[in-house]
């Protein structure tokens, strides 16, 4: 069975730090890892996927991500953190992409931006 | 992007009573998926529903519960049954639109009394 986990429940950063967000994944397929964002009392944003093309994949607002299969890992970052990135971040994965199975989500990490 | 909307955005309802959730695409889908996030927390798959087919259900999820229904490739409904407090949540869909990505839709907010 397919997991995700998110180290770090929240993680706090001053405005123009690098943002780093953990995702460690389990598989046992290649597997299809996406970041989420979701604003206060807002839907779901897609903010980047890997699909086994790129390892280091670039997402909307500056952020992107690297596949390491050795450290199976998926972690985000951000050079420089605006405070607009405050949101909760959601590290997911699928055997096939999300196309005929749903999505399994960590559970989670809240950022914290400080002016 | 897909465009999805849900009816109703929010509701509040009394233990026992049951809500019927709408999910609507812009454009024909082939799967739809039903998601819930309980307060704080992640979410989590309810199951998935192919037009033309009963509904696929995850661990710990019965249709009893949560009979969902697709009509068409547009539209598919949601029913929380027999509702008790724990079952006040966010509940949404999603559509895959190819390309391998998941769209979500703005959710159900359910609270119950």
């Known amino acids: 069975a397919q997991s995700v986990t998110q180290l770090g429940s929240h993680v706090s950063v001053s405005e123009g730090a690098l943002v780093l967000l953990r995702c460690n994944y389990s598989?046992?397929?290649?597997?299809?890892l996406f970041w989420y964002v979701q604003y206060p009392n807002q839907g779901l944003q897609l903010l980047l996927k890997?699909?086994?093309?790129?390892?280091l994949v670039k997402g909307i607002n500056g952020f992107e991500a690297e596949f390491k299969k050795s450290e199976t890992s998926f972690h985000l970052t951000k050079p420089s953190a605006h405070m607009s990135d405050a949101a909760e971040y959601f590290c997911?994965?699928?055997?096939?992409?999300?196309?005929?199975?749903?999505?399994?989500f960590g559970k989670g990490t809240h950022l914290i931006i400080q002016p | 992007s897909a465009v999805i909307s849900q009816k109703p955005s929010r509701d509040i309802c009394q233990r026992g009573t049951s809500l019927t959730i709408q999910c609507q695409v812009d454009?024909?889908?082939?799967?739809m998926f039903w998601y819930r996030q309980q307060p704080g927390q992640s979410l989590t798959l309810i199951a998935t529903?192919?037009?033309?087919?009963?509904?696929?259900?995850e661990s710990g999820f019965v249709i009893d519960k949560f009979p969902i229904s697709r009509p068409n490739l547009t539209f598919s409904t949601l029913t929380v049954s027999n509702m008790s407090p724990e079952d006040s949540s966010i509940y949404l869909c999603?559509?895959?639109?190819?390309?391998?990505?998941?769209?979500f839709g703005p959710g159900t907010r359910l609270t119950v009394l």
């Open positions: 999603s559509v895959d639109r190819g390309y391998n990505e998941q769209f």
């Open positions: 598989s046992s397929v290649p597997p299809y």
């Open positions: 890997y699909t086994s093309a790129a390892t």
């Open positions: 997911a994965v699928s055997d096939s992409g999300g196309g005929a199975d749903g999505l399994t």
């Open positions: 454009s024909q889908v082939t799967m």
């Open positions: 529903a192919n037009q033309g087919s009963e509904a696929t259900y």
